[in-house]
Nanobody, 123 residues
């Protein structure tokens, strides 16, 4: 089982990025996939999650209306579309899989993690 996160970069405030989490060794459509982020000097924070099976989605309040999580089962990839980015969104973003269909918000319930991709929002 491997997760490969990509798509980070430097963007100006108000800009957009799309993060990808490519999975190998399992079918993403069956299991919950989450995105977390960790800013320098801060604890890792849950950002979003998409259920396995019927794709219900969940977001932390600070990104609601700006971020959208989605899944491409054919390509075993989960995406995080990030719009209207703010400097406070700057962090390393991680994707993680929980081997059950239901989402969670605690990092401890996610079994496998990607390596992280840096997102920097700055003018």
């Amino acid at each position: 089982v491997q997760l490969q996160a990509s798509g980070g970069g430097l963007v100006q405030p108000g800009g957009s990025l799309r993060l990808s989490c490519a999975a190998s060794g399992f079918t993403t459509g069956r299991y919950a996939t989450g995105w977390f982020r960790q800013a320098p000097g801060k604890e890792r924070e849950w950002v979003s999650c998409i259920n396995g099976g019927v794709p219900r989605t969940y977001y932390v309040d600070s990104v609601k209306g700006r971020f959208t999580i989605s899944r491409d089962n054919a390509n075993s990839t989960v995406y995080l579309q990030m719009n209207s980015l703010k400097p406070e969104d700057t962090a390393v973003y991680y994707c993680a899989v929980r081997f059950t269909a239901g989402c969670g918000t605690q990092s401890g319930v996610f079994r496998y993690w990607g390596q992280g991709t840096q997102v920097t929002v700055s003018s």
